[in-house]
């Protein structure tokens, strides 16, 4: 299995298209924290009277995860598209799955080396604003509680990716299933009379997001994200032995 995830990783690094995403993520996201710093520099001067008021982490920091979110929801179903349907489309899933290797550990390997390149992003995102304790003081309770947050996001994504790529032999196919589901859970709450409210927001992937970027930990937040993850890769390991014995 971690044999397995160490060529998911190699392989997704020997392919262009993962580091493209690598350096234009970083490029936008860079892009958007000096944005996020020029204008903390606009408003220091008013704020800095303020008792209580939000500082540089509040300030620059949060707004910075909460952005590589949304480029996490666009970036994933690129990433992984091809977990699967590649395997499909060159007919060496049969190959894969004749291998000395349950389906359960087929998938984790896929799973645990996507899931390493995600965790390699969000430290490189993660350095921009640690760069700032340079020059002044930081909140790194809140930054390691939204640094969390946005693991357990990119985890679920990725497992959710992960099954529909199983779905179909076209990658395209799997990117564009992949980013509806996601974007469904994202918004999922936006519609809805009171009385569907509560479901609705338990569905939403960014309802349970947005305590934990604020560092407000829960355990039913975290148990979410367990159960998605858990739930899409029971799901990813049912289909692989479906075709294993078929």
Not at 31 to 60: N, R
Not at 188 to 216: R, Y
């Amino acid at each position: 299995m971690i044999i397995l995830a160490r060529h998911e990783l190699y392989r997704l690094f020997i392919s262009p298209l993962a580091w493209l995403i690598l350096a234009l993520s970083q490029l936008i996201l860079a892009y958007l924290f000096l944005t996020h710093i020029d204008y903390f520099m606009q408003i220091q001067g008013k704020i800095s009277a303020i008792p209580g008021a939000p500082g540089v982490t509040e300030l620059i920091a949060l707004p910075l995860f909460n952005n590589t979110a949304t480029i996490l929801l666009l970036l994933t179903p690129l990433i992984t598209m091809r977990l699967v349907a590649e395997e499909h489309r060159n007919n060496s899933l049969p190959l894969l799955l004749s291998a000395p290797l349950s389906a359960t550990q087929i998938v984790l390997g896929k799973y645990i080396g996507t899931v390493t390149f995600f965790l390699i992003l969000l430290m490189l995102v993660a350095v921009m604003p640690l760069s700032l304790s340079l020059s002044t003081t930081l909140d790194y309770r809140l930054i390691a509680s939204a640094s969390f947050g946005l693991f357990l996001l990119a985890a679920s994504f990725t497992a959710i990716g992960l099954f529909l790529s199983a779905l179909t032999k076209q990658p395209t196919i799997a990117a564009i299933s992949t980013f509806s589901v996601l974007f469904l859970l994202w918004i999922i709450d936006w519609a809805g009379n009171v009385e569907q409210a509560g479901l609705l927001n338990w569905l939403s992937l960014i309802s349970h997001f947005q305590p934990i970027l604020q560092g407000d930990i829960h355990s039913k937040d975290i148990a979410y994200y367990f159960i998605v993850i858990l739930f899409f890769l029971g799901l990813t390991i049912h289909r692989l032995n479906a075709q294993r014995f078929n």
